[in-house]
Every structure is written in C-alpha cells, then in structure tokens.
C-alpha cells in the first residue's frame, strides 16, 4: 500500500515545520499610499450565484462595489442582487469573457469551478482570486490532505480508493470503521460513507457512484467535537484569523455554531495555528474556512478547507467588526483587512434548512422577525428543498447559551 499515508496523527511534533509554502502573487496594487483608492463603477466578478455570493454581494455593496454573477442558471440568489448577471457553465469561455470585462477582480463562491476557468481568466490577463494555483491544491479532496499532511498539518491517514481491494487493505490496516469520500464536489456530508466492514464496501461504492465518482478512503478519526476557523489573506500576505468557533452538524449539514468556542485555550490556540498555516500553505488571497476535528485527547486534526467564505462564518455578519464577506471582498481587491474581533461576548448562528419540495416561501417570518435581538436572513432562493440551505439566524449575547436560546427561537419560527 505504497500509497496509504501511515503515519499515526503527527499532532504536536509537526507543528513549526510546515514545509512548502507557496508564495502568493503579490500583486497589491491598491494597499500602497500612491493607489489606495478604486474608481467607480467599481465591479467584482464572482463565479457562482448562490447565498455565499448573495451575501458578498451586501459587504461589496457598503464599499460602493458592485458584482457581477455568473451561474449556469438564470435567477440566482446573487444574481437578483448584482449589477451584471451572466449565464453560462465554467468553460463557456465567450461568457466567461463578458463576466470578467472590466472588473477589478474575479473570485468564486463554490470550489466545483473548474480550474481550467480560472486559468482561462489569469491567461486572459484578468485579476483572479484565490488563483488556480489555491484550487487545483484544494479541489480534490484527497490531493489537499496529502498536501496539508506534506505541508506538515496534523492530517488523518487517508488513502485513494481504485478497487474494493484499496478498501479492505486500508481496513486490515487501519482498522474498521473507515470512512468512504468523494474526492470532488461533496460538500455538506454529501458523497460521504461510513463502512463498518467489508460488506459495506460494494453498497457504498454504488451510492457514491464508483468509479464514475473518484473516492478516497479515510481512518475513522474519533472525535468529540468540530471546530472551525475562517482566515482572510489579502495579496500582500496580510492574515487575519478569526475566533474558533464549535460547529454543530445534523444529517452532515453545519446546523449550529457558537463563537468563540469554549473550551482549553491551548486547544484553541493550535486550531487556530493549523488554520492560518494552512492558507499560508496554499497561498491563499481572500477568505478561507477550514474545518478541524478535536480528539478526545486534545489533539486537533485538519479536516479541510474551502477556498470561500463558509458557513460557519456567517455569524460574522453581526458578529464581529469586519464581516468574512468583506474581509474576502478586501482580500481579493487588494485592500487592507479588517479586524476580526468579536463585537460580543458572545455569538450563535443556527441555519433554517428547507422543510419542504416546492416554491420557496418564507412561512412563519412575522413570528421570526418578532425576536428581539434576532438577526435574520433569508437568501432569497425560489424553491426550497427539503435540507436546502435557505438562511440563517445569528445572535449575539452574554453568553453562548442566552445567544444559542435567541438564534433557536428565530429559527424554529422560520419554515421555509
Ligand atoms: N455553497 C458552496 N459550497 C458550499 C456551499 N454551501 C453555497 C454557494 C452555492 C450555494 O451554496 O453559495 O452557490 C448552492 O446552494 P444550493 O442550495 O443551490 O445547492
């Protein structure tokens, strides 16, 4: 199994010897004294519609900057709120064309943009960020955590799947349960399997549709809990880290988080160290959230990082100084950052997924905007899916558990 990474979790005795770092392109021409301002109209371009690029497009709207959206379909959350709406799949070039025209920059809200778009626009002299470079790293799930574990990250033992064969070897290795991923585009615990045992190995390859579908195979890391950490990078390298927050899954998708996440400060100070080393590993430009995993021994695992801003740092919006959207917006125009700090004691954020098939309608809305101290967002999507992402509520308190008690009660009134 020449391919298995065997390695028991490095941990600690990793830390302080990343190696490979990528230097960014330090294209900054808008932080220095002589060009700090932008001339209007003033357009971001951004590869994909949905509510990650719909709530860029708020922060851009406060600095005067509008967008242009780009989606495959027509009507999009972003779209119904931006300057320019174009439609088109990632390597419809000609539309490509009229995205970035005249924009100061393009960046992307989902990572399943193909690297070769990107690569089309830096080839076409426009200005794109996180570059091709940051996503070919990280697109391929398995490719990343081989990185980040070479980069010197405390990563899990994983290992690529070609046969059933791959499987029960990692199992005789590793010890079952394992867990069965996508390499690409899964997100949200979509694409993912637990196997038990070998027997589990066929249904699961059909579920996931092996092999049309890559897969990577992963040793079951036990843990107590998730954690999270957004990170801006701007082009000159500039970091800003925010709080580490608790998340809380249901079904696989992020239900609630809490920042800052309680807990042994050391814990915490190394999820951030992990998180920061990371972006810095991949030469990232614009915000990042990378997901990790605390063992029942204290020890925190890198689970991954989406080059975008991510859901749990939306509570940021209201929850600290300068929102993940506008620190990516800064980041990928070549402005400088803001700060990160949290504006209370404490925030919770708790998603308000789809409850039914349909026409989307905002049902119990009175009754949410009726909390105080609620904030409420609603992303504006047409049709609701059962577990659609359709909003979130965040609010801050004294305590996590007085803002947990106020973002619930939003929350449970809102039926989307
Ligand atoms: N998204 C992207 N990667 C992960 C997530 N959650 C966001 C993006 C994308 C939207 O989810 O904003 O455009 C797609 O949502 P949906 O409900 O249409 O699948």
């Not at 027997?199 to 390859?205: C, E, G, K, R, V």
Request: glycine residues 12%; hydrophobic residues 45%; aromatic residues 6%.
């Amino acid at each position: 199994m020449s391919d298995l990474l065997t390695t028991p979790f490095p941990g600690e005795k990793r830390r302080g010897s990343w190696r490979g770092i990528v230097k960014a392109q330090d294209n900054n021409e808008m932080t220095g004294e002589a060009g700090s301002g932008l001339t209007y109209p003033a357009l971001l371009g951004v590869l994909g519609g949905g509510q990650l690029a719909r709530m860029t497009g708020e922060a851009a709207s406060r600095l005067g900057v509008e967008l242009a959206v780009m989606e495959k379909e027509p009507g999009s959350p972003a779209a119904r709120i931006a300057a320019r709406e174009v439609v088109g799949g990632w390597l419809d070039f000609d539309q490509l064309a009229a995205l970035a025209e005249g924009t100061l920059a393009v960046t992307l809200e989902n990572e399943f943009v193909d690297v070769a778009t990107l690569e089309w626009l830096e080839a076409h002299g426009f200005v794109v960020y996180p570059t091709a470079r940051t996503l070919a790293l990280v697109q391929d799930k398995y490719e990343q955590k081989r990185f980040m574990r070479e980069a010197g990250a405390p990563v899990v033992d994983c290992a690529p799947v070609a046969s059933v064969e791959d499987v029960e070897r990692a199992g005789a290795a590793w010890g079952w349960p394992l867990a069965l991923k996508g390499r690409h585009g899964s997100y949200d615990g979509y694409g993912n399997a637990t196997l038990r045992g070998p027997s589990d190995i066929a249904p699961a390859f059909a579920r996931l549709g092996f092999p049309a579908r890559a897969l990577y195979v992963e040793r079951w890391a036990p843990f107590t809990r998730e954690l999270a950490v957004m990170v801006a990078r701007g082009r000159d390298g500039a970091i800003a880290v925010y709080p580490v927050v608790e998340t809380v899954q249901r079904d696989h998708i992020c239900h609630i988080v809490r920042a800052p996440a309680p807990g042994n400060a050391a814990v915490i100070e190394r999820a951030a160290s992990i998180a920061q080393r990371a972006v810095e590993a991949i030469g990232g430009v614009g915000v990042f959230g990378i997901e990790l995993f605390e063992s029942p021994d204290g020890e925190v695992l890198y689970n991954e990082i989406a080059p975008r801003p991510h859901n749990s740092g939306h509570y940021t919006i209201e929850g600290c100084v300068t929102s993940q959207f506008e620190n990516h917006v800064r980041a990928v125009l070549g402005l400088p950052l803001g700060a990160t700090t949290m504006t209370a004691p404490a925030v919770v954020m708790v998603n308000t997924l789809g409850v039914r098939n349909g026409p989307a309608e905002a049902r119990g809305m009175a009754r949410a905007l009726a909390v105080p101290g609620a904030h409420v967002h609603v992303y504006g999507k047409l049709a609701s899916r059962l577990g659609r992402k359709m909003g979130h509520v965040t609010a801050l308190g004294a305590t996590i558990e007085e803002a947990e008690a106020t973002a619930r009660a939003a929350a449970d009134a809102l039926d989307l």
